[in-house]
T-cell receptor, first 113, second 111 residues
Framework: NAGVTQTPKFQVLKTGQSMTLQCAQD?????MYWYRQDPGMGLRLIYY???????DKGEVPNGYNVSRLNKREFSLRLESAAPSQTSVYFC????????????FGPGTRLTVT | KQEVTQIPAALSVPEGENLVLNCSFT??????LQWFRQDPGKGLTSLLL?????REQTSGRLNASLDKSSGRSTLYIAASQPGDSATYLC??????????FGAGTQVVVTP
């Protein structure tokens, strides 16, 4: 039981390049989330998916797109990376019960030069 | 807009002392509150989850209290150990099921 996995662990991009961050969970959870964490700030929600086939914007969605490929996988895409997107990105999952815990992946450290 | 604040931002204590970490939030209409631990370069590990109807939760040396009406939660860690060194984050779940995080308290426990 791997929980929530993310790939890659580290990535360096040049301004304007694109990339997709992958997230998968094996806990049969309905809801999945993408957050970013910047120094001195808490995690901020980028996008979330309450169930397979649905996605919604969070607090900081600009510059990102997401795909809920199936119940297990939720990807985050940067179409044209900017230095302001340098951050650590975390994926999380949760059961349908919004009162339950969210389980987090190990994160992807992204640097945009 | 819900705002979550954690004070202090950093804390250093000698081994054996009790740790007291504070979290405050501006909107009392929360679904629950979670405390997380984050080690450097790692993801978040959930420590305790308190439902809005509860006053406290305990797990081993950890105890978290919740006073929803005053918008406060406190995490107590008894008899701290060097292995407790980490960043502790609190987060509230709003009525839409979304987590709002504080910036965290970085704890160092010195031997």
């Amino acid at each position: 039981n791997a929980g929530v996995t993310q790939t890659p662990k580290f990535q360096v991009l040049k301004t304007g390049q694109s990339m997709t961050l992958q997230c998968a969970q094996d806990m049969n959870h309905n809801s999945m989330y993408w957050y970013r964490q910047d120094p001195g700030m808490g995690l901020r929600l980028i996008y979330y998916s309450a169930s397979e086939g649905t996605t919604d914007k969070g607090e900081v969605p600009n510059g990102y797109n997401v795909s809920r490929l199936n119940k297990r996988e939720f990807s985050l895409r940067l179409e044209s990376a900017a230095p302001s997107q340098t951050s650590v990105y975390f994926c999380a999952s949760q059961t349908v019960d919004r009162g339950s815990e969210q389980y987090f992946g190990p994160g992807t450290r992204l640097t945009v030069t | 807009k819900q705002e979550v604040t954690q004070i202090p931002a950093a804390l250093s204590v000698p081994e054996g002392e009790n740790l007291v970490l504070n979290c405050s939030f501006t909107d009392s209409a929360i679904y629950n509150l979670q405390w997380f631990r984050q080690d450097p370069g790692k993801g978040l590990t959930s420590l305790l989850l308190i439902q809005s109807s509860q006053r406290e939760q305990t797990s081993g040396r950890l105890n978290a209290s919740l006073d929803k009406s005053s918008g406060r939660s406190t995490l107590y860690i008894a008899a701290s150990q060097p292995g407790d060194s980490a960043t502790y984050l609190c987060a509230v779940t709003d009525s839409w099921g979304k987590l709002q995080f504080g910036a965290g308290t970085q704890v160092v426990v010195t031997p």
